[in-house]
T-cell receptor, first 113, second 109 residues
Framework: DGGITQSPKYLFRKEGQNVTLSCEQN?????MYWYRQDPGQGLRLIYY???????QKGDIAEGYSVSREKKESFPLTVTSAQKNPTAFYLC????????????FGSGTRLTVV | EDQVTQSPEALRLQEGESSSLNCSYT??????LFWYRQDPGKGPEFLFT???AGEEKEKERLKATLTKKESFLHITAPKPEDSATYLC??????????FGAGTRLTVKP
């Protein structure tokens, strides 16, 4: 079955540490996205990519970095510069950026310890 | 300035008690309005896309409608398995998809 796989499901980060969240899709979608979800707030866009080797910042890109070396993969690195990283992170993909609904992964819950 | 506002924040219904969830938006040049269902600890699941005022979409007990200022998600004779958070999102021309904070629906048997 086609879908999006996020790993790990739970991740713990120590102060000053970089961590990388994995996102893989086998839907042959061109566009991929990373969102952050906090309680009581709507999903906020971190980064998106419409094509391999190209990506754009979203509303809250500071302290995060991404790469898109393969169509299927869009990993997110949470750097030590992100001061409040505890959140639920969601990866999504779509056929194109406009007018198409997104397919989401099951999420990664990141906690700072 | 909020572009997408969902109400109510939470809604508790008895099984079989029909109701509606509201999503109001203030974007111009709407490209699409999207409804998603999200279960606790999971990613959102796509339900509907509405593209123009007057459009309606249905899926089982759910029906989504769209006007120039808002969308409604009508739930007819809900069952406990309909309990979830329902997210609304809008996409304007040359902009990213903007999500509301969601309505948390609980259906009691």
């Amino acid at each position: 079955d086609g879908g999006i796989t996020q790993s790990p499901k739970y991740l713990f980060r120590k102060e000053g540490q970089n961590v990388t969240l994995s996102c893989e899709q086998n839907l042959n979608h061109d566009a991929m996205y990373w969102y952050r979800q906090d309680p009581g707030q709507g999903l906020r866009l971190i980064y998106y990519s419409q094509i391999v080797n190209d990506f754009q910042k979203g509303d809250i890109a500071e302290g995060y970095s991404v790469s898109r070396e393969k169509k299927e993969s869009f990993p997110l690195t949470v750097t030590s510069a992100q001061k409040n990283p505890t959140a639920f992170y969601l990866c999504a993909s779509s056929i194109g950026r406009e007018r198409y609904g997104y397919t989401f992964g099951s999420g990664t819950r990141l906690t700072v310890v | 300035e909020d572009q997408v506002t969902q109400s109510p924040e939470a809604l508790r219904l008895q099984e079989g008690e029909s109701s509606s969830l509201n999503c109001s938006y203030t974007v111009s040049g709407l490209r699409g309005l999207f409804w998603y269902r999200q279960d606790p600890g999971k990613g959102p699941e796509f339900l509907f896309t509405l593209y123009s005022a007057g459009e309606e979409k249905e899926k089982e007990r759910l029906k989504a409608t769209l006007t120039k200022k808002e969308s409604f998600l009508h739930i007819t004779a809900p069952k406990p398995e309909d309990s979830a958070t329902y997210l609304c999102a809008v996409q304007a021309e040359w902009d990213d998809m903007r999500f509301g904070a969601g309505t948390r629906l609980t259906v009691k048997p």
